[in-house]
């Protein structure tokens, strides 16, 4: 049985802890490993780790820095295939899916590659007669980053290259469910060189998080998980005096107008509800078909549904794979029987759905809901599986109406052949990333990336610039020469 270490001070060390929780396929049921849920003295060494090479580390020229991010992404490129199946081995997304995600992971590391540019500040001469003023950025200390199961190798690819570029130290906290994909990630950061304690990985679950929260060598923390997650370290960690950002979780929207390119639009919107097998903090959940465009867009939904194939994410013609665990099924089917009990109209039922090669796989077949008011359990709530509602609205207004009234703001988007309705609704429709013709409004890598109401706590959000600002001080010096 593989039990994971935990990467400190450039080695993987044993955890001091006796609690292991076992990693398994879910496709297949077969064991992974077991990962060590670590304990508080780790998450110490860690920071004591990360603190001492911060030292040396925000010294090193920006383009050096940056030199050990190139060869990590040269390493990353090299053994894409074999990250990219430990991802479906862990979590269960399909190869394709897997790649797509680490591809865009790998994205995040090639714009951290330009820190020197990005980090550069602004100088102003004779702020007042003789005297000048410049801004500088500067690294900050040690940041720690938190991260879900959904994108096991791609959401810590959202922190980590610009932590370390900018100059901080990184401590990571995979998801206990994959650790998997990180672990193989940090041996070839090892192997690009990175000095001994730049970069950390401590598994482990809520008390590694809470160890986290609460350290004072640590500045910053960086999460993504669900909601009432992100807002206990959000508040947490504020109160510990930390720097945050939390990205929690969603109940997006896709709205459809009459006018839409309806062939197209359906199976963008198909990818967007059952792609990752619905576990994606982008997928839509609840499609508003408007006016005369409900009564074709729910049997052409329900055609394309019927026409996906479940079963192991590894294995040829499969396009959607298992949900993360069967804890996390038993959750998905709770919901469903909370939208049978409460009256929804059940279209299509994936909750007897199996797949014969694979008997103990966390199988839930797509599942599609109608008649589904605003107040139910399924429609305010998030699912995190292949579940969509799919309702009416009389006009634009109502939809939008319906899409400002939810608790969550992550991402919407609109199909329409219409440029008025589209600037009419991204104008008014107050959520963060918004498609127009797009099902999954996945920002890249240089875009922020991020939500508001209950899908962020925070100011700055993940990638791009936002990911400089939030890694750095600005240091401002006012000088005189006389
Ligand atoms: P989760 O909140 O259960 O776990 C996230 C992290 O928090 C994990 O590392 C876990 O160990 C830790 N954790 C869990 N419970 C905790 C507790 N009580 N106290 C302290 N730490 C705890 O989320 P998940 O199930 O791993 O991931 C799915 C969620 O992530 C969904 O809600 C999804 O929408 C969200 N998500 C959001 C984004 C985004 O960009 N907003 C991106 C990906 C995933």
């Given at each position: 049985?593989?039990?994971l270490?935990n990467?400190?001070?450039g080695?993987?060390?044993?955890?001091a802890t006796?609690e292991w929780?076992e990693?398994?396929n879910?496709?297949?049921g077969?064991?992974?490993g077991?990962?060590p849920l670590?304990?508080?003295?780790?998450?110490?060494s860690?920071v004591?780790?990360?603190?001492h090479a911060?030292?040396?580390?925000?010294?090193?020229?920006?383009?050096v820095r940056a030199?050990?991010?190139?060869k990590?992404?040269?390493?990353?490129?090299q053994?894409f295939?074999?990250?990219?199946?430990?991802?479906?081995r862990?979590?269960g997304?399909?190869?394709d899916e897997a790649r797509g995600?680490?591809?865009r992971g790998?994205?995040?590391v090639?714009?951290?590659?330009g820190t020197?540019a990005?980090?550069m500040g602004?100088?102003?001469?004779?702020?007042?007669s003789?005297?000048?003023?410049e801004?500088v950025?500067?690294?900050m200390g040690v940041?720690?980053a938190?991260t879900?199961?959904?994108f096991?190798?791609?959401v810590?690819l959202w922190?980590?290259p610009?932590?370390v570029?900018?100059?901080?130290?990184?401590?990571?906290?995979?998801?206990e469910q994959?650790?998997l994909?990180q672990?193989?990630?940090?041996e070839?950061?090892?192997?690009?060189g990175?000095?001994?304690?730049?970069?950390?990985?401590v598994?482990?679950?809520?008390d590694?998080?809470?160890?986290i929260?609460?350290?004072p060598g640590?500045?910053?923390v960086?999460f993504?998980?669900?909601?009432?997650?992100?807002?206990?370290v959000y508040?947490?960690?504020?109160a510990?005096g930390?720097?945050?950002?939390?990205?929690?979780g969603?109940?997006n929207h896709?709205v459809?107008?009459?006018?839409?390119?309806?062939d197209?639009a359906v199976?963008v919107v198909s990818e967007?509800?059952?792609g990752c097998?619905?576990?994606?903090c982008l997928?839509g959940?609840?499609?508003?078909g408007?006016?005369?465009?409900y009564?074709p867009l729910?049997?052409?939904?329900?055609a394309?549904a019927?026409?996906i194939n479940?079963?192991?994410?590894l294995?040829e013609?499969?396009?959607?794979?298992?949900?993360?665990s069967h804890k996390?099924?038993?959750r998905v089917?709770s919901?469903?029987e909370h939208?049978v009990?409460?009256?929804?109209?059940?279209?299509?039922d994936?909750?007897k759905?199996t797949v014969?090669?694979y008997?103990?796989?966390?199988?839930?077949?797509?599942t599609?809901f109608?008649d589904?008011?605003?107040s139910?359990?399924?429609?305010r709530?998030?699912?995190f599986?292949?579940?969509a509602?799919?309702?009416?609205?009389?006009?634009l207004?109502?939809a939008i109406e319906a899409?400002?009234m939810n608790?969550?703001a992550?991402?919407v988007s609109?199909?329409?052949?219409?440029?008025?309705s589209?600037?009419?609704?991204?104008?008014?429709?107050?959520?963060s990333?918004?498609g127009?013709?797009?099902g999954?409004?996945a920002?890249m890598?240089?875009?922020p990336f991020?939500?508001?109401?209950g899908?962020?706590?925070?100011d700055?959000?993940?990638?791009g610039t936002?990911?400089?600002e939030?890694?750095?001080?600005k240091?401002?010096v006012i000088?005189r020469?006389?």
């Amino acid at each position: 049985m593989k039990q994971l270490r935990n990467y400190i001070g450039g080695e993987w060390v044993r955890s001091a802890t006796t609690e292991w929780q076992e990693i398994t396929n879910p496709a297949t049921g077969e064991s992974l490993g077991q990962v060590p849920l670590s304990t508080r003295a780790d998450v110490d060494s860690a920071v004591q780790a990360a603190t001492h090479a911060f030292k040396t580390w925000r010294e090193t020229p920006p383009v050096v820095r940056a030199r050990y991010l190139f060869k990590l992404k040269f390493l990353l490129d090299q053994h894409f295939d074999e990250i990219a199946k430990i991802v479906t081995r862990e979590n269960g997304k399909t190869l394709d899916e897997a790649r797509g995600s680490l591809k865009r992971g790998i994205e995040n590391v090639e714009y951290a590659c330009g820190t020197p540019a990005l980090m550069m500040g602004k100088t102003l001469e004779d702020v007042a007669s003789g005297i000048d003023c410049e801004f500088v950025r500067q690294p900050m200390g040690v940041f720690a980053a938190i991260t879900p199961f959904n994108f096991p190798a791609m959401v810590p690819l959202w922190f980590l290259p610009y932590a370390v570029a900018t100059g901080n130290t990184f401590v990571l906290k995979p998801s206990e469910q994959v650790p998997l994909s990180q672990i193989r990630i940090f041996e070839l950061a090892h192997e690009a060189g990175f000095p001994p304690g730049v970069l950390n990985l401590v598994n482990g679950a809520r008390d590694v998080v809470n160890a986290i929260l609460e350290h004072p060598g640590i500045t910053g923390v960086s999460f993504v998980g669900s909601s009432p997650v992100a807002k206990h370290v959000y508040t947490t960690a504020a109160a510990h005096g930390k720097r945050v950002q939390a990205l929690g979780g969603a109940k997006n929207h896709i709205v459809v107008m009459p006018d839409a390119d309806f062939d197209r639009a359906v199976s963008v919107v198909s990818e967007s509800i059952f792609g990752c097998t619905g576990q994606r903090c982008l997928a839509g959940s609840i499609i508003v078909g408007t006016g005369k465009a409900y009564k074709p867009l729910r049997e052409k939904l329900l055609a394309n549904a019927k026409a996906i194939n479940v079963g192991y994410g590894l294995d040829e013609g499969v396009t959607m794979g298992p949900v993360v665990s069967h804890k996390h099924r038993e959750r998905v089917l709770s919901y469903i029987e909370h939208g049978v009990g409460e009256g929804a109209t059940m279209t299509l039922d994936g909750r007897k759905t199996t797949v014969d090669k694979y008997p103990s796989g966390a199988f839930v077949g797509p599942t599609i809901f109608e008649d589904v008011d605003p107040s139910m359990k399924i429609a305010r709530e998030e699912i995190f599986g292949p579940v969509a509602s799919v309702t009416h609205s009389e006009t634009l207004d109502d939809a939008i109406e319906a899409v400002r009234m939810n608790p969550f703001a992550n991402a919407v988007s609109i199909f329409t052949t219409s440029g008025k309705s589209a600037r009419e609704f991204r104008y008014r429709v107050g959520v963060s990333m918004i498609g127009v013709n797009i099902g999954v409004a996945a920002p890249m890598a240089f875009f922020p990336f991020g939500g508001t109401k209950g899908s962020f706590f925070g100011d700055l959000k993940a990638n791009g610039t936002d990911g400089i600002e939030f890694y750095t001080d600005k240091k401002v010096v006012i000088s005189r020469w006389t």
